[in-house]
């Protein structure tokens, strides 16, 4: 199975950028579609974003839609959440997943999670 370690999360002023990270190991990357959800303060868990195996298919949550993007590096292992127009909202722990197809990705329904990493957005 996949582990996943994300990092990248800080605190940020409104209006403002930030890349999150996922590095992935323990198994073939580029075997995973991967998805990165977030989970607000006394919230549930949320999609943001999935990117397909070969990088050629991404999804977005209408929240996040044109102020992220989401993408991968086959040789580091890593995915990336590039974060612009932060907003007080966007404040939660971002976690990545991995899954088979970008379908499932965007389900979030495994066991591949990273630990998480939190963003701050301040007003």
């Known amino acids: 199975q996949v582990q996943l370690v994300e990092s990248g999360g800080v605190l940020v002023q409104a209006g403002g950028s930030l890349r999150l990270s996922c590095v992935a190991s323990?198994?073939?990357?580029?075997?995973?579609?991967m998805a990165w959800f977030r989970q607000a303060p006394e919230k549930e868990r949320k999609f943001v974003a999935a990117?397909?195996?070969?990088?050629?298919?991404?999804h977005y949550s209408d929240s996040v839609k044109g102020r992220f993007t989401i993408s991968r590096d086959d040789a580091k292992n890593t995915a990336y959440l590039q974060m612009n127009t932060l907003k007080p909202e966007d404040t939660a722990v971002y976690y990545c997943?991995?899954?088979?197809?970008?379908?499932?990705?965007?389900?979030?329904?495994?066991?591949?999670w990273g630990q998480g990493t939190q963003v701050t957005v301040s007003s």
């Open positions: 997943y991995a899954d088979h197809t970008v379908l499932s990705a965007a389900e979030g329904l495994g066991d591949s």
């Open positions: 323990g198994d073939t990357f580029t075997n995973y579609a």
């Open positions: 990117i397909s195996k070969t990088g050629l298919f991404t």
